[in-house]
């Protein structure tokens, strides 16, 4: 039985020091919008945790969301990617230097519990 999953933190607090917090989170359209990872220099969807939400639906490995502030962690449900998986956004890094991230589309994944 394969039980391998894509465990995805959000942090509002850091979203809102690298000015993510204009896109990250929850939209009206109920798809959760999540900042991809990588503190310095453009993004890259390639590396690790990026790659591995990136290839979670092609191995169609489920993953949860969680929102994290400082030591309280949610468990906000079980997504997927959307069809049109990410876009690139502007955004500055830890130098403060503008640079390109990535931002995941993900949406929640009804559970039928009959």
């Keep these: ?27 009206q359209s109920g798809a959760y919008h999540y900042t991809g990872q990588g503190p310095i220099g453009d993004q890259d969807v390639s590396t690790r945790a ?11 490995l489920p993953v949860h969301l969680f929102k994290s502030e400082g030591t309280d962690v949610t ?26 991230v990535v931002v995941f589309h993900l949406v929640k994944v009804e559970i039928d519990h009959s």
Excluded: C
Aim: zero cysteines; aromatic letters at 12%.
């Design 1 to 27: 039985m394969n039980r391998a999953a894509v465990l995805v933190f959000s942090n509002p607090s850091k979203a809102r020091k690298f000015g993510y917090d204009r896109w990250e989170g929850p939209q």
């Design 50 to 60: 990026n790659k591995s939400l990136l290839r979670s639906k092609a191995l169609h």
């Design 75 to 100: 468990y906000l449900g079980l997504y997927e990617l959307t069809e049109d998986l990410y876009r690139w956004e502007k955004a500055p890094d830890e130098r403060g230097q503008i640079r390109k």
